[in-house]
């Protein structure tokens, strides 16, 4: 393990985190929200929501909102923070939903993604349905509204910038920036969520931030340890962390710039030769989330075992 007194279950599956954390009881109340949800859909997007939303999901991000919750008090989870976690788990599915479609992934979380199975232009309107269903089960609680708002207008426009400039040989300063719009403000968001304020904010970006870089080493290594792939991210060009490292070399930058089919098997030992870089990296992204737990929060024990455990995913 490279983050320093990390524990053995730090390194443990992404399935066994809500154990690791003390939240399986939030997560069967977040679950039960969301069969309540289905079960009043309509029936034309009502198998569709059952096949996307039932099996087995890790629930990172509401596992996230749950820990920041429990952070900052003893209380047991009120039931609007449930809800809340509901609705952004009912968001971050319409990105699943999208990025399936735009990967031509056929599986998800071993079965067939939602638009082999149903068709692409179902698999859309459905996730159009759940990204409107979000913020209905929070429309009383305008602050879970507002942030809910914010955080897909943010990611929107984080897509956009990524996909801008792609092929572009940019550092390691300009993929933090990448990873913080998007997966950052994510993670930035279900901490706010938690705690009801900003307290917690840079610790969620910093999560977010972490998890991001972790996915992209773990993509290099050809892992699944988050899920997704890097082979469409290495033709497309999009910068990632091995990516910002790689290119500090001129040559390695030309490549970059022309990435595309033709390019990918001369690309790919680039990116894998700056693992260990990458590595250090997010050792020290970590340790910097760790600090900011241990100084923002009165019980930050969940939240440095949720850094711990993010920082094991891009050696599983």
Known sequence: MSVDGAEPGAARSAWDLPELLGVTGD?????????????????????????????????????????????VTTRPVAARVVRAAAAVELLHNVALIIDDILDRSRYRRGKLSLHCRFGFLPALMAAGYLGFAGP??????PYTVGLLSELMQR??????????????????????????????TMFEVCARLGTRDDRLLKYGLLLGTLYHGCDDVADVRGTVALGGGSEKDVIDGILTLPAAIAVRDPSTAVLFRNAGRGTFRRIVPRLRAALPRAESYLDRLA??????????????????????????LSMV
């Open 155 to 184: 990611l929107g426009a984080a897509e956009c910038f990524q996909w801008r400039v792609r092929r572009q040989p940019l550092g390691v300063e300009d993929w933090r920036m990448v990873a913080g719009m998007d997966t950052g």
């Open 287 to 312: 340790s910097e989330a760790e600090a900011e737990a241990r100084t923002s929060a009165p019980y930050p024990d969940r939240l440095v075992d949720l850094i711990r455990h993010t920082r094991a």
């Open 136 to 141: 209905q089960l929070v429309a009383s609680d």
């Open 27 to 71: 997560l069967e109340r977040l679950q039960e929200v969301i069969d309540s949800w289905i079960e009043r859909c309509v029936p034309e997007v009502q198998r569709m929501a059952r096949h996307q939303l039932f099996g087995r999901a890790k629930h990172f991000r509401p596992v996230t909102v749950f820990a920041c919750y429990h952070a």
